[in-house]
Structures are given as C-alpha cells and as structure tokens.
C-alpha cells in the first residue's frame, strides 16, 4: 500500500508541478511562416484574399471533416467575412485591411480565443513569396494543449506549412488547368433580367464581379426573386487605352419586374442575337486568352461584328458551384452579323442543254 501511495503521491507532485510550469509559459505568441507559391503575386492574392477559397488549402479546415461554413454576401476584400461550425468548436475570420496585390491583416476568433492574420506577398524569382504570420494570446487550457503538441509555435507553424504547400499545388492545378474553345454562331436568346452599372478599371474587373454576383444573389433572395438561369456580364465599354471598363452585373429574369426609382438596380431586356460562342472551361483569370482565341476567329473566319449588340459573359458554373476553379465553365458571346451565303447563279441554258423533242425510247428494268 506505502508503494501505491508514493506513486500517487509523486504523480500528483508532478502534476502540480506541470501545472506551475505551463501557467508559467507565455501566453502571448507570434508564428511566422513562408513559402514561394509558382503563380504570379495578383493570382495568389486574388485566391487567398477570397474566403471561399481556404477550404481548399487550410490545412485546419481540411483535416476536419464535421466542419461546416457559412459565406456572407461579402467573402473578400475589406469587410469579408466567415464563419464555421464543427466538432472541435466554432469560429469566424474577418478582414480589416486590404492593400491590392500586397499585404492583408484578418481577425479571428476560434473557440473564444482572439489572434491577429497578417499575409503579405511579394514578387520573388519561381513566383510569390507569401508570409502568413499570426498573433495572438492563449488561455491556460490552450497552453497545456500546446504544450503536449510541442508548443504553440510549433502547432500553428506546423498547420501554416502545410496549408501553404497545398495552396501551392492548389494553385498549380486548379488556376493552370484549362482549356478554351470556339464553338461557332450562335443564336444567343435574350429575356429579362435585372442589372447592377458599375465602372472600373481593368485590373479591378474581376474583383468586383466577385463582389457584386453575390451581392445580385442577396438581393435576390431578399426580395423573394426566383432567378431563372445563370449569372451574366454585359460590356458596355472596354476601352484599354484610358483603361475604362463599364460593365453590368446580371440576373436572369422570366417576366418583367419594376424596381423603384433610386435603386443602383434596374431592370432591363435582352434581344435575341446571331453571336460567337466561345467556352472556356477553367478559372477566370482565363478569360482574357478566351476573348483573344475568339477575336483572333472572328478575324481569320472574315466575320462582322456588330457593335450594336450585347457583349456578354454567362457564368455556366463558378464559385458556387464548387471550389474547383479548373471545373468552372464561362461561355462569351460576342454579336457577330450572320455570314451571307452565296447567291446561286441563274445561267441561260446552252444548245446542249436543250430538251429534245424526240421522244426517248422506252426501257425495261430487268
């Protein structure tokens, strides 16, 4: 009995002891890691400053298979947020500062405890260096936890290393992965839809239709608005000189709606319309080799174009259907005139094409 009462005796004295120990640790931390991502610095800041994207990278997220997500309207830039719920506990991340193709700083909290995202990016020789740096406070459960694992460095510089190398092949995979092809005229079908103006400049095209579909999405949903096909692009105005893009957000529509004056939504028709219909299937960051293979066909083939019709996009499948950018679909229509066929020749008919007034003599079939 003595001997079981000193084994207990000095495990409790080692406890205790582990205890003063780990209360004793600094709960503040600060983990940095890095990693060159082969994709140019836009691309990678483009994906890792869109929430929707981290369930394809986090390695924290991947690992757990209860976790589910739920995206706001807004899922990047400033004012993006998320939030999640599994097994392991809840959390939300937020953004608080953008600066464009540079550096990000995020909140989140996860299970009650509060740290500080900082991602900066930076043109480097194989592509971008990316820095993910976190900062932030433990409490005491959190710290005998980490402690057992190794330490908090140790634990969130682990997770962080591996969710770069999968952002890494991520990317490599899911952005480089792509094909485009040129279908041919087309009868484009119009109908209604309801519409969001905007202008810009050309490198911030993509980030506000990333804005503004979700956005058209919630109105949608507020306003008990059934959508009746896919979202589109109309291009009012390209001009690449004075870098000066005008464009339209849409949502198809089956019957005419009236939306009340002062509202930046309005309603509209679209026309049906002979066109070129391109397919690329793939990310959007694609898109600018489709338009140039559809140009470049329109140009070859002698097609006309007619600038007085829509110049559209149609997000066939996108982010919200899926997180696999190499399986999104965007088909572009460009309003072409139809190609005039050629008019058939009416020839007089020469003395050897004369019907003969003697009558042909009769045959039998065997």
Not at 156 to 184: A, F, M, P, Q, R
Not at 222 to 229: E, R, T, V
Not at 308 to 317: L, T
Request: charged share 25%; net charge positive.
């Amino acid at each position: 009995m003595r001997i079981i009462k000193y084994i207990f005796l000095l495990l409790f004295l080692i406890f205790i002891g582990l205890t003063v120990f780990v209360s004793t640790q600094k709960a503040n931390y600060d983990v940095t890691r890095g990693k060159v991502i082969k994709n140019p610095r836009a691309v990678v800041f483009n994906y890792i400053n869109d929430f929707r994207n981290w369930e394809t990278f986090a390695s924290w997220i991947k690992n757990d298979e209860s976790i589910k997500f739920n995206y706001p309207e807004l899922t990047m830039g400033i004012g993006a947020s998320c939030s999640w719920i599994s097994n392991n506990g809840t959390g939300n991340l937020k953004t608080f500062f953008v600066k464009d193709n540079d550096s990000i700083v995020q909140k989140m909290i996860q299970n009650g405890e509060q740290s500080t995202i900082y991602w900066k990016f930076k043109d480097t020789t194989g592509g971008t260096k990316v820095t993910w740096r976190s900062k932030g406070k433990l409490d005491f459960k959190s710290k005998v936890m980490a402690f057992f694992k190794g330490g908090i460095n140790s634990v969130v510089g682990d997770s962080y290393e591996k969710s770069l190398e999968n952002l890494n092949k991520t990317l490599d995979h899911e952005i480089n992965t792509y094909n485009i092809k040129v279908n041919g005229i087309v009868n484009r079908p119009g109908g209604f839809y309801l519409k969001q103006f905007i202008h810009c400049k050309q490198k911030e095209v993509d980030r506000y239709i990333k804005i503004l579909v979700p956005r058209m999405e919630h109105f949608f949903k507020k306003n008990k608005i059934i959508i009746s096909g896919k979202p589109f692009i109309i291009y009012h105005k390209y001009d690449r000189a004075n870098d000066d893009i005008g464009f339209s957000v849409c949502m198809p529509v089956r019957d005419s709606i009236h939306i009340m004056p002062g509202s930046d939504i309005q309603s509209s028709n679209l026309a049906n319309y002979t066109s070129l219909k391109t397919t690329l299937i793939g990310d959007y960051s694609h898109t600018q080799t489709a338009w140039k293979k559809a140009f470049d066909y329109i140009s070859d083939n002698h097609l006309e174009r007619n600038r007085s019709g829509q110049v559209i996009e149609v997000y066939v499948r996108g982010r919200n259907d899926g997180n696999s950018p190499s399986k999104w679909i965007t088909e572009i229509y460009i309003p072409v005139y139809p190609k005039a066929l050629p008019k058939p020749v009416n020839r007089k008919p020469t003395d050897s094409t004369k019907v003969s007034s003697t009558k042909p003599k009769e045959t039998s079939i065997p």
